[in-house]
């Protein structure tokens, strides 16, 4: 199943390496390591930093610039480069809008960085060592696999079969294919603060950062309303964050076409779900919040 967005984590896991490196600070300039950057103000070019970009408070819109990327022709760094004509949102820092381009835009930090692209970086950094030998980071890694799922979409009242779509241009912000058996790798990961079977991913000091949040969110009234027990809302380096029936959940949410998927972590009760589907509904985060009251008595 295409994980979407889940794949936002990894990338922030690995230029968390880089930082454990000593390779890169969170507080590096973007144009530190791609010069070519530009976005919609020249103060804002300037000031852009590794830490904004994975979290969401660039001042681009939601969604903003994702026709760049879909349906194009153009690599991840023309994608980044054709950016600069997109329009401010709210105010730099001062706002949240979900940006797939900035995370097109980490990932041309990790190669520069690392010397390697976002594909192969993940794939030796990440799945090789976890023994995640069912996940790929594009389509074209789907050719000889079995037991494969296929996308669905809802159309004229059923759900319908429909190709899968190349995403490698925006492999960073979604690009990962995986299982249920290689995500709980993955988790089981992340709820050991970066290692499992003796090898480290990435330190534990690293994982505390990623798993702080960096951009609030607003506790509205209808979503408290919907969700009684949480306080608060944010958005950390590539993960989702809220507290829900006193513990703190680490999570997030994908949307391919044809396919949903969901992530969530409780790290006080070494709890990890994953749900994978292949259709566009909203199961997934129906089933990890009922999951989340079975474990942690909710109702």
Do not use: C
Not at 15 to 35: F, M
Not at 74 to 96: D, I, N, T, W
Not at 156 to 168: A, R, T
Request: no cysteine; hydrophobic share 40%.
């Amino acid at each position: 199943y295409a994980i979407a967005s889940n794949s936002k984590a990894f990338t922030a896991a690995a230029l968390a390496q880089q930082v454990d490196a000593g390779r890169l600070s969170w507080d590096d300039r973007v144009l530190d390591h791609l010069p070519w950057f530009r976005v919609y103000d020249e103060y804002v070019t300037q000031e852009m930093r590794v830490r904004d970009l994975l979290s969401h408070r660039s001042g681009l819109g939601t969604y903003s610039g994702d026709l760049l990327w879909y349906g194009t022709p153009y690599s991840a760094e023309e994608v980044v480069r054709r950016a600069r004509l997109l329009p401010q949102a709210y105010p730099f820092r001062s706002g949240y809008g979900y940006s797939n381009l900035m995370f097109i835009a980490a990932g041309e930090v990790l190669r520069a960085v690392s010397g390697r692209d976002w594909h192969a970086y993940v794939e030796a950094s990440f799945f090789a060592p976890l023994g995640m030998d069912r996940s790929v980071t594009s389509t074209h890694g789907l050719a000889g696999l079995e037991n494969v799922a296929t996308p669905h979409k809802y159309w004229s009242g059923e759900n319908v079969p429909i190709e899968w779509y190349n995403w490698d241009a925006m492999g960073s912000a979604g690009g990962i294919i995986s299982s249920v058996h290689d995500m709980a790798r993955w988790m089981t990961a992340q709820l050991a603060g970066g290692t499992l079977d003796g090898a480290r991913l990435f330190s534990a000091d690293r994982q505390r950062e990623m798993w702080t949040v960096q951009n609030p969110m607003a506790v509205t009234a209808a979503y408290q309303s919907r969700y009684p027990s949480t306080h608060f809302r944010g958005y950390g380096l590539g993960w989702s964050l809220n507290d829900y029936l006193g513990r703190k959940v680490v999570s997030h949410g994908g949307g391919y076409d044809g396919m949903y998927s969901q992530v969530a972590m409780v790290p006080e009760e070494g709890l990890g779900i994953v749900v994978l589907t292949n259709a566009m509904t909203d199961i997934a985060g129906a089933l990890v919040y009922r999951t989340l009251d079975a474990y942690l008595g909710g109702r």
